[in-house]
């Protein structure tokens, strides 16, 4: 059966055992965290055991599909109160045979004072204070200001492709001074900062992340070395428009019929924004329940 560029319905370990051994080259996806936010569908409160024991399946049905030379990218969060969530969902990972290559943070918001910058960078002439800040009341923690980005590969020698989301130099004259910095661009680290697009807008979604962030994943793996990317976890269908914005296949799967509308509407627009009609209604939400 045909399942590329299409967002199932369907739960994802039931789609993933659906796909040949293999066949993925690039998995991109943010899974509920168990956090009890409130889906239309699932529910997000299961018992911290139970919830390790999905994550530990859904990276056994991934690992079957995802080839020798994939990469697993897993974002993942915590809450100031619970943050271990992330570190105990790799760890799930990890048993299962995954090598942690890349433990990228996707920073939300960051604040750099101007005093911090040094002398060399005369382009800023002010305090910086950038991205989306969700004030907490609490006299115990922080504000949350970033999630994980696990880069899980099966060998940890996956090479990946880094100047393609490389940044330019601040400083012009590291250019030649080093014998790798031939060109204007450094590797960005694995600090990405990534804010999310202002929607004035209901949000139709509770746990959305922004389409600059599966970009970032897959231009990092390398668009040359990817064939087919999967978002088991397709929510409203950022990794699709991503996907479609890069010119490459992807497979989705949601069990919520509401998101995946609401993925189909922003798939047609970004085709009409495209001027390609793209295809219709029916074929994209591929009825296989
Ligand atoms: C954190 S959200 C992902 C949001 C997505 N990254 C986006 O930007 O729209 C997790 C999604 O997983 C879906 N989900 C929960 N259990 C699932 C399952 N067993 N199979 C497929 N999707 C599931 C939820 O309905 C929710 O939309």
Redesign the pocket.
């Known amino acids: 059966m045909e399942m590329k560029n299409q967002i199932h319905l ?4 039931d789609g993933m055992e659906m796909m040949d051994a293999g066949s993925v080259d690039l998995i991109v ?4 965290y168990n956090i009890g936010l409130s ?1 239309s ?2 529910d997000d409160t299961l018992t911290r055991s139970e919830y390790l024991d999905w994550m530990g399946e859904i990276a056994g049905a991934a690992s079957r599909i995802l080839s020798d030379e994939g990469s697993f990218f897993l974002n993942i969060g915590g809450t100031p109160k619970d943050p271990w969530i992330p570190i105990d969902v790799a760890m799930e990972f990890r048993k299962r045979g995954y090598i942690l290559q890349n433990m990228i943070h996707w920073i939300k918001s960051i604040a750099i004072p101007r005093s911090d910058i040094g002398s060399y960078n005369q382009n800023i002439s002010g305090d910086i204070s950038v991205g989306h800040f969700k004030p907490i009341n609490s006299k115990r923690y922080h504000n949350d200001c970033h999630e994980f980005i696990f880069h899980f590969t099966k060998t940890g020698t996956v090479p990946i492709d880094k100047l393609a989301i490389g940044v330019p130099y601040q400083d012009k004259s590291n250019i030649g001074r080093w014998k790798q910095a031939t060109a204007d661009r450094r590797d960005r680290g694995n600090t990405w900062f990534i804010p999310y697009e202002t929607i004035q807008e209901k949000r139709p ?1 509770p ?3 922004p389409i600059g962030l599966p970009d970032l994943c897959i231009r990092d793996h390398g668009i040359d070395r990817c064939r087919l990317v999967l ?9 699709a428009i991503a996907c479609i914005r890069l010119g490459i296949d992807y497979i989705g ?4 019929a509401s ?1 995946r509308e609401i993925a189909s509407d922003h798939i047609q627009r970004e085709m009409r924004r495209r001027g390609d009609p793209g295809p219709a209604e029916d074929s994209l939400l591929n009825r296989v329940v």
């Open positions: 369907l739960d994802c370990i996806t943010s899974p509920p889906y569908v699932y979604h746990a959305v992340f978002d088991p976890f397709m929510g409203i269908g950022s990794t799967f949601e069990i919520d998101y």
